[in-house]
């Protein structure tokens, strides 16, 4: 069973900076695409970025590209969100994603950590 826990999040001022951490465990994981996602309240849940195992194919939503960092330490188990810049917008529930390579459907979600800027 995989476990997902983040860690990071917190309240900072708009153009701010946090860094996400999200441990992985349980299965192995170079066999893992790794994801972010957030939901704002009354909001859908977005993809914010997402990454293979090599980092060679990495993607990032188009609100966020240019300010949010994915990267993944395969030694360490981890990926990070390095999010800069930050605006109020960014506002949300921040959840780590881990699904199988060969697979199209998120199978294993972290408990989600709260980043709240303030204006």
């Known amino acids: 069973q995989v476990r997902l826990v983040e860690s990071g999040g917190g309240l900072v001022q708009a153009g701010g900076s946090l860094r996400l951490s999200c441990a992985f465990s349980?299965?192995?994981?170079?066999?893992?695409?790794m994801s972010w996602f957030r939901q704002a309240p009354g909001n859908d849940r977005e993809k914010v970025g997402a990454?293979?195992?090599?980092?060679?194919?990495?993607y990032y939503a188009a609100s966020v590209k240019g300010r949010f960092t994915i990267s993944r330490d395969n030694a360490k188990n981890t990926v990070y969100l390095q999010m800069n810049s930050l605006k109020p917008e960014d506002t949300a529930v921040y959840y780590c994603?881990?699904?199988?390579?060969?697979?199209?459907?998120?199978?294993?979600w972290g408990q989600g950590t709260q980043v709240t800027i303030s204006s």
């Open positions: 994603a881990a699904r199988q390579t060969s697979a199209t459907t998120y199978d294993y």
């Open positions: 349980g299965r192995t994981f170079s066999n893992y695409y």
């Open positions: 990454i293979t195992w090599s980092g060679r194919y990495i």
